[in-house]
């Protein structure tokens, strides 16, 4: 007996298709950034931020990421490549006004750098990926959704419906073709 294919497996099979591409594209640009010191104390407690997400945004080794875990001002910054290497990184800016911290590492070869998508292209209820490297392992935490707005926060925000969390701030979220649309921040 024959099996006969029906096109909305077709279609479902391509789709997960992309969406994967889409990530592998931009995989080798995601970094997973440790922060050492800085902790809080509450009572007797003490609080301190995990593992979080950047993005390589210049091949001689600038990383933007979300500036959540820099508050507490870390004494030490580490960046695991997604090769599994670990380089010491500074942070050279803040962008207060959208939550961003820019970091410095000295990369033994160029990074990988993202290509970008036109603003102008954004269209709500197209697919979004978040992309995050928080966890141990060479595969990158994903999360999928849909922009659901453009132009918030005064034109400098735009919104998706992808689950976000501490561990893909700073991530990007890229379209189904792999382009970065914007950096993971908390609103």
């Not at 001002?73 to 939550?99: C, E, F, W, Y």
């Amino acid at each position: 007996m024959a099996h006969v294919a029906r096109a909305e497996d077709d279609v479902d099979l391509l789709e997960q298709k992309a969406l994967q591409a889409a990530v592998d594209r931009v995989a080798p640009s995601v970094v997973c950034i440790e922060t050492v010191g800085g902790l809080e104390r509450m009572g007797r407690v003490l609080f301190g931020t995990g593992p979080t997400t950047g993005l390589a945004v210049g091949p001689d080794g600038y990383i933007v990421s979300s500036a959540f875990n820099f508050v507490n001002k870390p004494s030490s910054i580490l960046v695991r490549m997604p090769d599994g290497s670990r380089k010491p990184a500074r942070q050279v800016a803040t962008d207060h006004n959208r939550m961003l911290v820019l970091l410095k590492i000295d990369p033994d070869k160029p990074l990988a750098v993202p290509e970008t998508a036109s603003p102008s292209q954004m269209r709500v209820g197209q697919w979004t990926i978040a992309v995050g490297r928080a966890f141990p392992g060479q595969e990158p935490n994903t999360s999928v959704g849909i922009l659901s707005a453009v132009n918030r926060i005064w034109g400098k925000a735009i919104q998706t419906d992808a689950a976000v969390s501490p561990n893909n701030y700073g991530g990007p979220l890229v379209d189904i073709r792999g382009r970065v649309m914007g950096v993971l921040v908390p609103l």
